[in-house]
């Protein structure tokens, strides 16, 4: 079973910044997979945020996080990024990391997350 594990969530001011991390472990073949976050409150269904593929690293945002967040990957590191800056009340959620076959006959895989809390 591949872990993917995040951190850098935590309690922020509306307004301010997070960092996410994505770290996969090392063995995995982080590079040939499309890299997703989404989140999740409790009781509402869950809502993808952001993705980068693996093939040219090409970048989409939902509407509600577009200018505002910003996904990357290092494949050297196993790791993905989401830069999250101008954040609102409504950003409160838990992240998930998810890794994306692209289409091929692999396993999808999940983090079990990091809690972002926007509030002043």
């Known amino acids: 079973q591949v872990q993917l594990v995040e951190s850098g969530g935590g309690l922020v001011q509306p307004g301010g910044s997070l960092r996410l991390s994505c770290a996969a472990a090392s063995g995995f073949t982080f590079r040939m997979y499309d890299m997703n976050w989404y989140r999740h409150n409790p009781g509402k269904e869950r809502e993808w945020v952001a993705r980068i593929t693996w093939f040219h690293e090409v970048a989409t945002y939902a509407t509600s996080v577009e200018g505002r967040f910003t996904i990357s990957r290092d494949d050297n590191n196993n790791t993905m990024y989401l830069q999250m800056n101008n954040l609102k009340p409504e950003d409160t959620a838990a992240y998930y990391c998810?890794?994306?076959?692209?289409?091929?006959?692999?396993?999808?895989?999940w983090g079990r997350g990091t809690q972002v809390t926007v509030s002043s």
């Open positions: 998810n890794a994306d076959p692209a289409g091929r006959m692999w396993a999808t895989y």
